[in-house]
T-cell receptor
Framework: NAGVTQTPKFRVLKTGQSMTLLCAQD?????MYWYRQDPGMGLRLIHY???????AKGEVPDGYNVSRLKKQNFLLGLESAAPSQTSVYFC??????????????FGPGTRLTVT | AQSVTQLDSHVSVSEGTPVLLRCNYS??????LFWYVQHPNKGLQLLLK??????LVKGINGFEAEFKKSETSFHLTKPSAHMSDAAEYFC???????????FGTGTRLLVSP
């Protein structure tokens, strides 16, 4: 199993450009998440999905959109990139384990720079 | 709302000495607690998790953590540091019934020879 994969690994955008980050998981997980990681701030949840066709806002959703058309894929879109969106983006997935714990499995990250 | 506070942004130890990374949490419900590790330019890997079973939780690579409800703490320890332990460590809380995790701001562990 590849686990959670992210495409691309690195990207540089100019202000106002758009792009889509792709996350794929092969563990048949119901839940998927997008986080951003900024220095000194830990990981913050952007959007998440509890199943195919459903999405919900997290802590910092502004400027991002998401789609979950297939169970294994979760896309994060930036319609008009801004320098404040320079960050490392992590995708994660999870299922509900016995005992109600839900360990999340993380991808390797996408480093995005907006100039 | 749930939250975590990692009390040290950096911890420096010598190889072979004990490691203590401190974490306090706040949660309205019975929490699930996790420690994740992130090596430079890598994704996050689960070290260990607490889910209301044993309060002393053993994880990978010799790490363990103890859940103390009275102190609302979940400190991470290791008896003897190894150079390969140098990384950033995140304490994470999640309330029961929710799939959302809340991350601390991280503690960078530095290990010197």
């Amino acid at each position: 199993n590849a686990g959670v994969t992210q495409t691309p690994k690195f990207r540089v955008l100019k202000t106002g450009q758009s792009m889509t980050l792709l996350c794929a998981q092969d563990m048949n997980h119901e839940y998927m998440y997008w986080y951003r990681q900024d220095p000194g701030m830990g990981l913050r949840l952007i959007h998440y999905s509890v199943g195919e066709g459903t999405t919900a806002k997290g802590e910092v959703p502004d400027g991002y959109n998401v789609s979950r058309l297939k169970k294994q894929n979760f896309l994060l879109g930036l319609e008009s990139a801004a320098p404040s969106q320079t960050s490392v983006y992590f995708c994660a997935s999870s299922y509900l384990t016995s005992g109600s714990s839900y360990e999340q499995y993380f991808g390797p990250g996408t480093r995005l720079t907006v100039t | 709302a749930q939250s975590v506070t990692q009390l040290d942004s950096h911890v420096s130890v010598s190889e072979g000495t004990p490691v203590l990374l401190r974490c306090n949490y706040s949660s309205s419900y019975s929490p699930s607690l996790f420690w994740y590790v992130q090596h430079p330019n890598k994704g996050l890997q689960l070290l260990l998790k607490y889910t209301s079973a044993a309060t002393l939780v053993k994880g990978i690579n010799g790490f363990e953590a103890e859940f103390k409800k009275s102190e609302t703490s979940f400190h991470l320890t290791k008896p003897s540091a190894h150079m390969s332990d140098a990384a950033e460590y995140f304490c994470v809380v999640s309330d029961r019934g929710f799939q959302k995790l809340v991350f601390g701001t991280g503690t960078r562990l530095l290990v010197s020879p």
